[in-house]
């Protein structure tokens, strides 16, 4: 009698390049349908990271070459302390807001125009990723939204009523203020690639959007897919680690999770990780980054 033993793949953090801190697991303003965290009944969860914590993370990891802080969570803007927060990140590397996209209206926008051009001067590593180049002496600001189609009723249906709009208006506004975007496209319709591209290329000729990259990441694993098991190129967990409230994780999925936990801080934390989670499949077939620009 035979037995087919499945094991999890195996990553290991081959560079600590970049720092996803999560300012809040469960204060956001709206409610996608298609959100992988779980939220409370209540809209008013008070979880928001110390930046105390924050400050002490960026002295642990002074002496490793990160590219980018991004600034992730349930919804990163609705964090009290959120443009101090983004300064004290700014003075260390690139940094990239993860966004709903309902907080970017041309005052904000403006606003963090202002807070990015304080910057300038502030020395950078080099970046072996051309979107994290400097084009102006300092460290930048990036923004990375999302939206599952490029049909306005279908994304809605994934994400919120009205999410479309706000994405669409924020990327708009963002590239009239110079600033560098990356739309993640969620492909919940297991839509062509090409076909996704074209479609959000014309709606960028439109709209007059430029300055802004296409990701697209897959939204579901496919359990019977092969390459399930086969350990991918690039995933988060091999150039980054999540930092919490409550210690180091292994990446934003699994932030919170003890599945992904690495260590209490950066002083003593494992390089290592088991893909062994119905995330880590989507990362697997995805083959590439979920989360970091790249």
Do not use: W
């Not at 499945?6 to 990553?11: I, Q, V």
């Not at 995330?279 to 083959?287: G, P, Q, R, V």
């Amino acid at each position: 009698m035979s037995y087919n033993i499945y094991t999890a793949p195996a990553y290991k953090l081959e560079e600590l390049n970049n720092i996803f801190i999560e300012l809040t697991a469960k204060n956001c303003n709206q409610r996608c349908t298609n959100c992988y965290i779980d939220f409370p009944m209540s809209k008013n969860v008070k979880d928001f990271i110390h930046i105390d914590k924050i400050k002490e993370a960026l002295e642990d990891t002074k002496f490793e070459n990160l590219y980018c802080i991004y600034l992730t969570g349930a919804e990163p803007m609705t964090h009290p302390d959120f443009n101090t927060i983004l300064r004290l990140c700014l003075k260390r590397c690139n940094v990239c807001i993860c966004t709903n996209a309902s907080f970017l209206n041309e005052k904000k926008i403006r606003f963090l125009k202002k807070v990015e051009e304080e910057g300038i001067g502030v020395n950078i590593g080099t970046s072996p990723n051309l979107k994290l180049q400097d084009k102006c002496g300092g460290n930048q600001i990036f923004f990375k939204l999302s939206l599952a189609h490029y049909n306005e009723l279908e994304s809605d249906k994934v994400k919120y009523r009205g999410n479309y709009r706000q994405t669409i208006y924020a990327l708009k506004t963002l590239s009239r203020y110079n600033f560098n975007s990356v739309l993640s496209i969620q492909n919940f319709y297991k839509l062509n690639e090409n076909e996704i591209k074209e479609a959000f290329n014309e709606i960028f000729k439109t709209q007059e959007i430029t300055n802004t990259d296409l990701q697209i990441t897959v939204s579901h694993p496919d359990f019977e897919d092969e390459n399930f098991a086969k350990p991918s190129q690039k995933t988060d967990c091999m150039f980054g680690r999540t930092l919490c409230q409550n210690g180091i994780y292994t990446c934003p999925f699994l932030a919170d999770d003890y599945r992904g936990r690495a260590g209490s801080s950066f002083k003593d934390y494992s390089k290592n990780v088991m893909a062994e989670t119905d995330f880590c499949a989507t990362c697997s077939k995805n083959n590439n980054y979920m989360f970091a620009i790249g």
